[in-house]
Structures are given as C-alpha cells and as structure tokens.
C-alpha cells in the first residue's frame, strides 16, 4: 500500500498559480498511476488529473485541461499537479490517490489509497 501526503495548497486571487506536492512512501509507488481528484463543498468528488506508472501518459478533465499539469518524480516518490489560471470554481479539497492494480484513471474507485487532502481557495 502507498502512504500520501498531500501539499502546497492555499489562497489565491484569480488567475494565479499554485502547485500541489504529493509525497509518497510505501514500496509500490513505481507501480501506482497517480491521480488528483477534488471536492467542493456540497459536491461529489470528481476527478481532475492522471499521470500513468511510468509518466508517459496523462489525463485530464475537461474542466482543467489546458490549466493543470500533472507529473511525477519516481525518484524521489513525488507527484506534482501544476494548477494554473486558477479560477473561482477550482476551489475544493484537493486530494492526491494512488491506483495499483486497474487501468482506468478517471474515477474514484479505480484508486487505493488517498491523502488526507489540501484546501485549495480561489477567490477576486
């Protein structure tokens, strides 16, 4: 199992940047897909970004495609979701999941394990 840890989020104005950290520990990390998904207040949560076990594939929502970037440093067990252009309704709890043995990306319950979660607030 893979232990995460989530961070970087905070307060921004419209329009600016902010990058999420996603530390990992456990020994199947390299073998993990590593996923960003969030959760606004009252919503469900929903799916932002992929990244594949070795990093040469990556996937977006719509919502966000064009505006987030997602990387990982398998080196140092590190995921990476680059947010930028960040907009009012990007605001919720950002979580960061790891997903071992399935080959789909975008839904929740293809991942086991998952962080605590950063807040992440957008405001004008």
């Known amino acids: 199992q893979v232990q995460l840890v989530e961070s970087g989020g905070g307060s921004v104005q419209t329009g600016g940047s902010l990058r999420l950290s996603c530390a990992a520990s456990?020994?199947?990390?390299?073998?993990?897909?590593m996923g960003w998904f969030r959760q606004a207040p009252g919503k469900e949560r929903e799916f932002v970004a992929a990244?594949?076990?070795?990093?040469?594939?990556?996937y977006y929502a719509e919502s966000v495609k064009g505006r987030f970037t997602i990387d990982r440093d398998n080196a140092k067990k590190m995921a990476y979701l680059q947010m930028n252009s960040l907009k009012a309704e990007d605001t919720a709890v950002y979580y960061c999941?790891?997903?071992?043995?399935?080959?789909?990306?975008?839904?929740?319950?293809?991942?086991?394990?998952w962080g605590q979660g950063t807040q992440v607030t957008v405001s004008s």
């Open positions: 456990g020994p199947t990390f390299y073998n993990a897909a």
């Open positions: 999941a790891a997903n071992v043995f399935r080959n789909v990306y975008n839904v929740s319950w293809a991942y086991d394990s």
């Open positions: 990244i594949s076990r070795t990093g040469g594939g990556t």
